[in-house]
């Protein structure tokens, strides 16, 4: 069974940085794309960032470009988000994604609070 686990959330101020981890279970961690997603209050789950397994590549969505930098560690099978001058809008439920067709699996969510 895929299991998931993400932390490192919290409430921050505008300006900080926080570093979500992600660790996997139950499948071969360096096989598969790792992502992370987020949901504001109101408004649809969206794509934040992905890293590529078979070539290490990483996509980000504009709105966090030049800000968050997401990177994995095969050795802990963690994803990590590293997340800089984080702003208001940044506040929402951060979750970790895997496709391992044809399922999707995701984390429990990590809530990410962002003050002005």
């Known amino acids: 069974q895929v299991q998931l686990v993400e932390s490192g959330g919290g409430l921050v101020q505008a300006g900080g940085s926080l570093r979500l981890s992600c660790t996997a279970s139950g499948l071969t961690f360096n096989q598969y794309t790792m992502a992370w997603f987020r949901q504001a209050p109101g408004k649809e789950r969206e794509f934040v960032a992905s890293?590529?397994?078979?070539?290490?590549?990483?996509y980000y969505a504009d709105s966090v470009k030049g800000r968050f930098t997401i990177s994995r560690d095969i050795a802990k099978n963690t994803v990590y988000l590293q997340m800089n001058s984080l702003k208001p809008e940044d506040t929402a439920v951060y979750y970790c994604?895997?496709?391992?067709?044809?399922?999707?699996?995701w984390g429990q969510g990590t809530q990410v609070t962002v003050s002005s």
């Open positions: 994604n895997v496709r391992r067709y044809p399922e999707t699996f």
């Open positions: 890293h590529v397994h078979k070539d290490g590549s990483t």
